[in-house]
């Protein structure tokens, strides 16, 4: 397990409002975001289809999967209701003028509304 839970991602502030960029963490996809001028870190993969959430479509703070319209709230993690039944890992981020810091707490933990269990679950 890594010792440091702090990753710094360097220098986005040039990421503007609406925009995502996909990032890697150790064996993590990381989704950034920006929204309302904060930045948001959450797993870049459907808890659904096992998609990069980065090629779908972010709206306010929501972000929608390419491939079955399944929606996530960038904030929180937290899916909005089928075709997913859980969320996706949230990431606590900082920015400072040394860049983009991403908190991951355990690197093995699941989301908080429950396990991911396989792709294309129906229930």
Same mark, same amino acid.
């Given at each position: 397990?890594n010792?440091s =839970?702090?990753? +710094? %991602?360097?220098?986005?502030? =040039?990421?503007? =409002?609406?925009?995502? %960029? *996909? /990032?890697? !963490?150790?064996?993590l996809?990381i %989704?950034? /975001?920006r929204?309302?001028g904060?930045i948001?870190?959450?797993?870049? =993969?459907?808890?659904?289809?096992?998609?990069?959430? *980065?090629e779908?479509r972010? *709206?306010g @703070?929501?972000?929608n999967c390419?491939l079955h319209?399944a929606?996530?709230?960038v904030r929180?993690?937290?899916?909005?209701?089928?075709?997913a039944?859980?969320g #996706?890992? /949230? @990431?606590?981020?900082?920015e400072t003028?040394s860049g #983009?810091? !991403?908190?991951?707490?355990?690197e +093995?933990?699941?989301?908080?509304?429950?396990p991911?269990t396989?792709?294309f679950q129906?229930r």
């Amino acid at each position: 397990m890594n010792e440091s =839970n702090e990753h +710094n %991602l360097g220098d986005f502030s =040039n990421l503007e =409002n609406g925009e995502l %960029l *996909s /990032c890697e !963490v150790g064996n993590l996809e990381i %989704l950034l /975001c920006r929204v309302e001028g904060k930045i948001y870190a959450i797993e870049d =993969n459907c808890s659904h289809a096992d998609t990069p959430l *980065s090629e779908g479509r972010l *709206s306010g @703070f929501q972000i929608n999967c390419p491939l079955h319209g399944a929606s996530f709230d960038v904030r929180n993690g937290a899916h909005s209701g089928p075709p997913a039944y859980t969320g #996706v890992r /949230c @990431f606590e981020t900082s920015e400072t003028d040394s860049g #983009v810091t !991403v908190k991951i707490e355990n690197e +093995n933990s699941e989301p908080e509304d429950g396990p991911q269990t396989g792709f294309f679950q129906t229930r």
